[in-house]
């Protein structure tokens, strides 16, 4: 089969893969649907200095507020819960602001924190997006409104960004990730997305990026930052003036019109699944100006062996990273109506997640791929 073949069929084999994967798509419909079916969860018990003397918790935030719903916090809480909201316990910065690990109540949490009068549609907006419970997205456990600051307070997840285990940002990373483990966090943050889209009416994330996929102690991926844009725009008369200039992750689709839709969300998982693949920040792509250029880009990047992440050879397949490149090209379609739906993404990623592990338990541990890269890798 030729690279011509591979690449040039993207487009189209999403027609075929929405009408194989639909049968069983029906089946397992219930399953992706359920609002409340899976619920996050963190165990705090063996992180830093912070958190001793922090009992462990099988559901995040159980303590604070019960089962669901978002919880008032005062400011005297989450100023001791941060040590006064000390610099050493800055763990990020987002589009809502500064985000800082607490301890509340024998429980991690993160704490964003930004400047902002008390507002009413704040308060309406937090209580909805609280309700949102799923697996693979990080809970939102409460709020705060004083002192002329607005917080939000989420479930701590350990691992951090897959930025950290993916990019080289000068940090020792203590385990490789291989080609399963990538697998596993595409589909948990697919399934993520899925869970968005699947609600009613249908949540889009708008600022999804590999910096918000963050994966906890068992490297299950968990997407963080579900309705925060949404947020911001109804509490800001400004608009979504807190998005970047420049953001590879958008669709450029929805950069011109300013809509987004799900199909944007799409994009910005290809975008995902790029970095995925490559090991590296997809800055480049926005200088590529089309699809077209896309596809020969990653043409010429196999041809020269500089396109799959070299700390993933020797534990994938030949089919598996075919397909997985294929499904990242076709998410990053233009226009955006040729990009598969989040379900569909789901099926597909289980499918060669799935094919993988089979693969890899027959053959053995470290045999499931003898593969070649570039140029051969579509032959």
């Not at 939102?140 to 930025?163: H, I, R, T």
């Not at 999804?208 to 068992?218: I, R, S």
Request: hydrophobic letters at 40%; glycine letters at 8%.
């Amino acid at each position: 089969m030729s690279i011509a073949t591979i690449i040039g069929g993207a487009a189209g084999a999403i027609a075929v893969l929405t009408i194989v994967m639909g049968l069983v798509w029906f089946c397992k419909c219930k399953n992706i649907s359920n609002r409340n079916s899976e619920t996050g969860s963190s165990d705090p018990s063996t992180l830093v200095e912070l958190t001793r003397g922090a009992g462990t918790s099988s559901s995040p935030g159980q303590h604070l507020f019960g089962p669901q719903g978002a919880r008032l916090f005062t400011f005297e809480e989450l100023d001791e819960a941060t040590k006064q909201f000390s610099e050493s316990n800055i763990i990020g910065y987002g589009s809502f602001g500064v985000v800082y690990m607490g301890l509340l109540r024998d429980t991690v949490v993160a704490i964003k924190k930004r400047l902002g009068p008390p507002r009413q549609e704040f308060v309406i907006e937090v209580i909805h997006l609280s309700e949102i419970r799923h697996r693979n997205l990080v809970t939102l456990l409460g709020y705060c409104q004083e002192n002329g600051f607005q917080m939000l307070v989420f479930e701590y997840v350990p691992n951090g960004s897959v930025c950290n285990h993916l990019y080289d940002i000068g940090q020792v990373i203590s385990s490789k990730l291989e080609f399963k483990h990538t697998l596993s966090i595409a589909l948990g943050a697919a399934k993520g997305l899925c869970h968005l889209h699947g609600l009613r009416p249908p949540l889009i994330h708008k600022n999804f990026k590999t910096a918000n996929v963050l994966v906890d102690e068992n490297f299950i991926a968990k997407v963080s930052d579900s309705g925060v844009s949404k947020l911001l725009e109804r509490i800001e008369e400004a608009g979504p003036s807190h998005l970047p200039n420049v953001d590879v992750f958008r669709d450029p689709e929805a950069e011109e019109s300013g809509a987004f839709t799900e199909n944007s969300d799409v994009y910005s998982f290809g975008v995902f699944l790029l970095e995925l693949v490559t090991g590296e920040a997809a800055f480049h792509i926005q200088t590529l100006g089309s699809y077209e250029a896309l596809i020969q880009w990653v043409r010429t990047r196999l041809s020269s062996n500089h396109f799959v992440d070299r700390r993933l050879v020797g534990t994938f397949t030949t089919d598996g990273i075919k397909d997985l490149i294929r499904l990242t090209l076709q998410c990053m379609s233009l226009p955006g109506e040729r990009r598969p739906k989040m379900d569909m993404i789901v099926i597909e990623l289980d499918r060669i997640h799935e094919k993988e592990m089979e693969r890899t338990t027959f053959m053995g541990e470290g045999s499931a791929a003898t593969v070649t890269l570039g140029s051969e890798l579509f032959t």
